[in-house]
Nanobody, 117 residues
Framework: QVQLVESGGGLVQPGGSLRLACAAS????????MAWYRQAPGKQRELVAA???????NYANSVRGRFTISRDNAKSTVYLQMDNLKPGDTAVYYC???????????WGQGTQVTVSS
């Protein structure tokens, strides 16, 4: 049974930082690509950042240079370091593990990030 559990969300002022974590179980994490998505109220879910099993990363234009995705295979955990946060980053952030056999892959329950003064 695949489980993805996010943590680290919260309320932060503009310009602040947060670090999200996603602990995975039920998968061979070291060979899994992983990704972070977000969904703001009234908007579609969008890809924020992704990392391959080999460590290659990809970012949405809106977060490039501010967010950093990383992974710790020993802990089966993927991270999203978010710096210089803006109100437009407010959303529920979801961890995702793509799967060729399951449309959309596997999802965590989400963690709320609110950027507000």
């Amino acid at each position: 049974q695949v489980q993805l559990v996010e943590s680290g969300g919260g309320l932060v002022q503009p310009g602040g930082s947060l670090r999200l974590a996603c602990a995975a179980s039920g998968i061979t994490f070291s060979i899994s690509a992983m990704a972070w998505y977000r969904q703001a109220p009234g908007k579609q879910r969008e890809l924020v950042a992704a990392i391959t099993s080999g460590g290659t990363t990809n970012y949405a234009n809106s977060v490039r240079g501010r967010f950093t995705i990383s992974r710790d295979n020993a802990k089966s955990t993927v991270y999203l370091q978010m710096d210089n946060l803006k109100p437009g980053d407010t959303a529920v952030y979801y961890c995702n593990r793509p799967s060729v056999s399951r449309p959309g892959g596997y999802w965590g329950q989400g963690t709320q990030v609110t950027v507000s003064s």
